[in-house]
């Protein structure tokens, strides 16, 4: 059994931050590239920004200079550092991680349940 746990997000007004952070817990051999998504109302899911195993991100340009995502392996966690918000930052942000479960050889994409990040303008 593999659990995601995501915290962090929140009600904050235009120009603030938030850090969300989400763990992997359970049964992981080895933890590979890990990601943000973000679904806002009416529209749909897009992948925020991502890290390799080797530390190499990557992001959307919408976000590109604001945020900041960032791995702890020791902790088997990613966050998301989210500065100078806009409203349009609204949505719903799920963690994604690509892992190797105990009793596989390959990877598996397990998903948080999602935290809410309201930005008020």
């Known amino acids: 059994q593999v659990q995601l746990v995501e915290s962090g997000g929140g009600l904050v007004q235009a120009g603030g931050s938030l850090r969300l952070s989400c763990a992997a817990s359970?049964?992981?051999?080895?933890?590979?590239?890990m990601g943000w998504s973000r679904q806002a109302p009416g529209k749909q899911r897009e992948l925020v920004a991502s890290?390799?195993?080797?530390?190499?991100?990557d992001y959307v340009d919408s976000v590109k200079g604001r945020f900041t995502i960032s791995r702890d392996n020791a902790k088997n966690t990613v966050y998301l550092q989210m500065n100078s918000l806009k409203p349009e930052d609204t949505a719903v942000y799920y963690c994604k991680i690509r892992l190797v479960p105990v009793g596989y050889y390959y990877g598996k994409d397990y998903w948080g349940n999602g935290t809410l990040v309201t930005v008020s303008s």
């Open positions: 359970g049964s992981i051999v080895s933890i590979n590239a």
């Open positions: 890290i390799t195993s080797g530390g190499t991100t």
